[in-house]
């Protein structure tokens, strides 16, 4: 049996972009086994009145991406950002302590 390498190729896809985003929501489909995550984001609706002052009158939340996917990607998404914030958190003990 010969060992075989596969190079990973790496490529941004055309409609590539960088957003920002508020927050998310998603969950999983049991039936179909797909999960899935909505990125938002949150942008107020101000309005001035005669004098000047500003109010904010609703709240208008835009889903920037739907990302459909299996649940083991889920699960391994998860896994990875939590080990992310673990390396975080453990980068900021100690930050402003004195010894």
């Given amino acids: 049996m010969t060992d075989v390498k596969n190079e990973l190729k790496v490529e941004k ?3 590539f972009k960088v957003e920002y ?22 942008n107020p609706n ?31 998404m998860s896994k990875f950002m939590e080990m992310q914030l673990k390396t975080y958190e453990g980068s900021k003990k100690g930050i402003g302590k004195t010894k």
């Avoid at 009145?49 to 459909?68: F, K, L, M, Q, Y």
């Fill in 13 to 15: 896809s055309p409609q």
């Fill in 21 to 42: 985003v508020d927050g998310l929501s998603g969950g999983i489909n049991q039936e179909k086994d797909i999960a899935w995550i909505q990125f938002f984001t949150d």
């Fill in 46 to 76: 101000v309005k001035y009145d005669a004098i000047g002052n500003i109010a904010s009158t609703e709240i208008v939340r835009t889903i920037v991406i739907d990302v459909r996917m299996s649940v083991k990607t889920f699960e391994a």
